[in-house]
Structure formats: C-alpha cells, structure tokens
C-alpha cells in the first residue's frame, strides 16, 4: 500500500531555466537516482512487474517505480529506459502513469518548504 | 369604512388566505405516496432529485424520496445508532404534482411528524472506514455503490490549470506558511467541514488528515461554490467539489488537473477539461475517488427488511429489480456524474489506496460511453434481434463479457 509521510516525491521536469537551488538539488537527486538504479539492476527485483514501455511515446522518462521502492525511481534525466507510461498496466504506478490519449498537463511546481533530501516535511 | 379601507381590508384577506394555502401546501411526509426517507451527502442530491424524479412517475413502482443532506460521518451515525430525522426533509415531486420542476430546481419540503422519523436508507460519499473503522452493527448492512469523484476547483478567472499531490499537501497542511504561489493565503481556501466526504476524500489522496486542514470550513457544497464564485481575489482561491457539483457549475468555475505521488503528468476526471466523460477516473488517471455507499438495515439473508430499500438500493447499484423498473435507473445514475461499478476498470479497497486492476463481473462501459462521450462508443450494437458477435448484449451494446 501507499506509504504515508514523509514522502519522497517525484523529481520535477527540468526545464531550460532552473534556479540554482533547485539545480544543485536536481544534480544530487539525478545522482542518487543512478546510483539506487544501479543497485537495483545489481540486486534484482522480482516482485516489480517489468514494465511495459510504449514504443514512441517515450519523453523525458518520468514514470517509473515508486521513489524509495525498489530503487528504480522515477524522473526526469533518467537513461531513457525508463518507460514514459504502461501499455499493459497492473500496479498502481502503472495505472496511474498508464498510456492515454486523454489531455495531460505538465506541472513543474515549485516547492520552497521541500526538504533537501526531497521528502515532504511533516505537517505542523 | 371607506372604499379604500374595505380594499385594503380585503387585500390584506386575500393575502391572509393564499398565505396559509401555501402553508397548508407543503405536504406531511407521511401522506406522500410510498414514502423512503434518507439521509445522503449533499453531492448525492443530483442523484435523489434525478432518480426521485423518475421514481415518482415510474407506472411500476412509484416512491417518494424523502431526504435530508448532511455529511457522510454523520449519515453514518445517524443509521448505526437509529438517530431520527426530525427536521422537515426535502422530496422530489411527481410530474403530474408540478410539471415544471427540474432537477436544478430546489425541491419542495414536507412536515415531518413529531416524533421524527428513522433513516432507512443512509449514504457515505466515501469508504466508511474512514469515517468509522468500526464493523458496521449487526442487521445494518453497506452496498457499495458508483463511484464519484472530487476535485479541486477554482474560479474561472483564475489561470490555474493543475495541482500535484505535493503542492495540495503544502497548501491544505500547511496554509499560507506553505508559501505556494498563487495559493499563499488561506483565508481563500474554501473548504468543507471534516464529517464530509470531499473533505476526507481529498485528504486522503494528499495525505493531510482532515483535522488538519487549513482555510475556511463551510458546511455546504453550494458555499464552496458562493465562496469561489463571489471571491475578492480569484487568483489566489481554491476551493474543493464534488464533481457532479462542479459539473453543476462548470460556467463559473474550473477543475483543476491532479497530479498524484508517484505520476507523471495531471489529469482531470475528464478525459479532456470540457467533456464528461470520467475516462480518467474509469481508468485510475485520475486518483481523487470514492464509492458512494448505501447503508440500511437488513435480515438473516442481507436482504434490506425495507422493501422499498431493496428496490432503490438495486436501482442505484445497477442490479435488476422487480418489478422492472420502465425507466433505466443506469441513466440516472451517469446522468449526475457518477461511475457505475460496471464502467470500471480500476478497484482501490480504502479511502486514497492504491488502484489496482479491476474487472466488473457485468460490463457496462459501452453503454457508458455511449451515454456520456463525446465520441460515443466503438461497442457494437445489439439487440434481441441483433445478437453479438461476440461478448454480451447488455443494454443495447455487445460488452466484453
């Protein structure tokens, strides 16, 4: 099931201008996120369904397992093999990033109180 | 007495009269004919005043809805410990009571008697778990029933278009200290109080607890809508729906797309911001939804002791009901947003959980789409004369199964 707080969040999309807070905090996010991605290759994980990845739709690769799961997290700046959404869904990550043809919007919020680490911090 | 005393006499007589004839016009519940009394949230009034409508003129099984709207924990409550209405309760009239009447209108209210009246029919917009973690009483039993979905809104001079999980959190959990642009104050959040589902629902899928939230508690879904409607800084609202409600409203405000932990991009319940259709709540783009559930006592079996109950609950459930009804109770239902459970493909177990797939045992996403997309369905068309190549006819279309 979902885990409750904290929660580590998904990356933001880079975009063409980053400030350079969250800069040096994407750079060591992107490296954590090649670091676990190698160990989980390394280590394996069976009980994550292999993905589905739909040939074409391939953007930045942002929808991949969940953060702090099974080590192949999610986001942008990712080596391209992470599928940018499921054709054959199961999980609920898989569901809820599956293939459409519905209308998406990207969002790139920013985040002043998100911890460094990019968990959420408690509620007051 | 002077001409115009014995006028003003008689003015003042004739208003007298058609004063109390409007008094005397508002019915006692107990002489409405077959009268079911509920107690529902208030995003589930669409539904009453649809479904009422038609069961007040069905040739098959005439009914009076007889309802009051409160929120979810406490219709829950009420059944689980045999609370009585005792306020006078709203009911849909019949066409040949007033033929004019719409479902937009506000309905009519009748005198409930003295002593009250129990609730046999209860509704929750929301797992009721999460209002009560508690089994439910013996001989009271949960139907669980379409789904709904809740959104967050803002009014539509704003030039918002989404909002993640995270920046919910920051703005819901923590207000204007959140410091999240435009939303930095919350005495422009317009909320609901933490008995209702929209409340809780949204807090689960954002993982604030309801307790928590900050902005301005309103009691009534249509406040929410005043509230974002009439606000002095319509940038910087938000405000929190139902979406049959926002459906409602959709001239004076908009949804915002959602974007959940862990997902890519935002959605809305829609598969576009302009159409109806629910495709994303169908297929789990879109987390923020619950199953309506419909409480009410039963027998040994688990079968409603109200036969009226039994009837209604089945209508609302999409199951077959006897005496055939000669309306279809599913068009009521997707006529006020809802989800049937046979339009979906996507399950979850608990308020804000995880989706994982789902298979209804009786399909109904072609009639679905046929009633609700703006493309209509691709489903072949069947009829008695006119089997299926393959699949299953149902409602007029072949289904997968």
């Given amino acids: 099931m979902t885990t409750m707080n904290p929660v580590k969040t998904r990356k933001n999309k880079v975009r063409d201008v980053m400030p350079g807070r969250h800069l040096q905090l994407w750079a060591a996010r992107l490296g954590c996120t090649v670091l676990l991605s190698i160990g989980a290759v390394a280590c394996g994980d069976d009980d994550e369904p292999a993905p589905t990845p739909a040939a074409g739709k391939g953007g930045s690769g942002a929808a991949g397992a969940r953060a702090g799961a099974s080590g192949s997290q999610a986001g942008s700046g990712g080596s391209g093999e992470t599928p940018d959404c499921y054709e054959a869904p199961k999980t609920h990550l898989e569901l809820i990033n599956a293939c459409t043809d519905a209308e998406k919007v990207e969002v790139d919020p920013d985040l002043p109180l998100l911890e460094p680490n990019g968990e959420l911090p408690p509620l007051p | 007495m002077t001409l115009r005393t014995w006028c003003a006499s008689a003015l003042a007589l004739a208003l007298s009269i058609g004063a109390s004839e409007r008094v005397s016009a508002q019915p006692k519940c107990s002489d409405l004919p077959d009268p079911i ?6 995003t589930q009034e669409p539904l009453m005043k649809t479904l009422g409508r038609a069961l ?18 406490t219709n829950i409550e009420a059944i689980y410990t045999g609370k ?31 002593e009250g009246h129990e609730v046999e029919v209860a509704n929750s917009a929301l797992f009721v778990s999460a209002c009560n973690p508690d089994d439910a009483p013996a001989g009271i039993k949960l139907f669980q029933g379409p789904n709904q979905g809740y959104v967050f809104a803002v009014p ?26 435009p939303w930095d104050d919350e005495a422009f959040y317009f909320i609901r109080t933490t008995t209702k589902s929209t409340l809780l629902a949204l807090a689960a899928n954002i993982r604030v ?106 209508m609302i459930l999409g199951e077959e009901a006897t005496p055939k009804p000669d309306f279809e109770p599913l068009d009521s239902v997707i006529a006020v ?35 609700n997309s703006e493309g209509g369905t691709k489903c072949e068309s069947c009829s008695d004369d006119k089997p299926c190549s393959k699949g299953t006819c149902r409602h007029g279309f072949c289904e997968a199964k």
């Fill in chain 2, 84 to 114: 009585k209405i005792t306020s006078n309760p709203k009911y849909v009239p019949s066409s040949a009571e007033d033929p004019g009447w719409k479902t937009t209108d506000a309905s009519p209210v009748c005198t409930i008697a003295s």
């Fill in chain 2, 56 to 73: 007040r003129d069905s040739k098959a099984r005439a009914m009076t809805l007889v309802y009051i709207t409160t929120g979810s924990c």
């Fill in chain 2, 209 to 314: 607890p309801g307790q928590k939230w900050k902005g301005m508690q309103l009691d009534m879904s249509n406040q929410v809508v005043s509230g974002l409607t009439s606000s002095s800084d319509p940038p910087k609202s938000i405000g929190i729906l139902g979406a049959e409600i926002y459906d409602r409203n959709r001239d004076k405000l908009n949804a915002l797309a959602y974007r959940a932990y862990d997902q890519k991009y935002a959605y809305f319940p829609d598969s576009t911001a302009t159409s109806f259709d629910k495709r994303n709540v169908r297929d789990g783009h879109y987390t923020p939804w619950s199953p309506t559930v419909w409480i009410t006592k039963v027998d040994g079996d688990g079968k409603p002791t109200s036969v009226l109950a039994d009837y209604l609950i089945r």
């Fill in chain 2, 37 to 42: 009394y509920l107690q529902v949230g208030d």
């Fill in chain 2, 337 to 371: 947003g809802l989800v049937p459970e046979c339009a979906m493909s996507v399950t979850r177990t608990q308020e804000g959980g995880d989706l994982s797939p789902y298979e209804p045992a009786e399909p109904c996403g072609c009639y679905y789409d046929h009633k």
């Fill in chain 2, 156 to 181: 539509e001079a704003s030039d918002q278009r989404a909002i993640t999980a995270e920046q919910a959190y920051f703005v819901f959990g923590f207000g204007s200290a959140g410091k999240i642009t």
